[in-house]
């Protein structure tokens, strides 16, 4: 049976190099039927108590959990803003969170990446989320950095070779427990 597969960029930006690093991501694997999310389709209103109380939690948050819920992996792409995680992203979070169940990541298998301009080896955002999405029932089985995108990225490609061999190491672990994984 063809695993389904959510990739997405954490971030609303429309030329996110999260979004795209996703795709670039999803297309590499074998046997798996992708979907890709844009939070631009999911916009939410600042998350407040009050509003919950008289509102409840919107339909996007609802549709969101439900493609998660749906899926056998996820491919999450973090953007970085001032060292945390954009505000789309962490507002769609925190609605996500008030569904009923804290596992908001429902324990799929979670290939974590992010990408940035910044020559940066590593991202703040990557060593945070890599301590707090278990806690929310995160199964990250692989996580890469690319840093310099605009260097490291070319023609829909990683040209640097030490990226390139650890994007693939990175991939590869994720790909094999596809293989092997049960919903």
């Known amino acids: 049976m063809t695993k389904k597969i959510i990739a997405f960029g954490a971030s609303n930006s429309q030329k996110s190099i999260n979004k795209k690093f996703a795709a670039f991501t999803a297309a590499q694997l074998q046997g798996v039927a992708v979907t890709l999310l844009d939070l631009n389709d999911f916009e939410l209103p600042v998350y407040s108590v009050d509003l919950e109380r008289q509102s409840g939690v919107p339909e996007n948050a609802l549709r969101f959990s439900q493609f998660i819920q749906d899926s056998d992996g996820i491919i999450l792409s973090l953007a970085e803003y001032n060292g945390l995680y954009t505000s789309a992203f962490k507002n769609l979070w925190d609605w996500m ?10 324990h799929k298998p979670m290939f974590l990446q992010g990408t940035s301009p910044s020559k940066r080896p590593g991202s703040n955002v990557m060593k945070v989320s890599q301590e707090l999405f278990p806690h929310f029932g995160g199964n990250i089985i692989a996580s890469y950095h690319l840093p310099s995108f605009n260097h490291f990225f070319k023609n829909d490609q990683i040209v640097a070779p030490e990226e390139k061999a650890k994007f693939q190491q990175a991939l590869q672990k994720f790909q094999e427990h596809l293989s092997h994984y049960e919903a």
């Open 97 to 106: 969170s008030r569904l009923g169940n804290p596992q908001i990541w429902h």
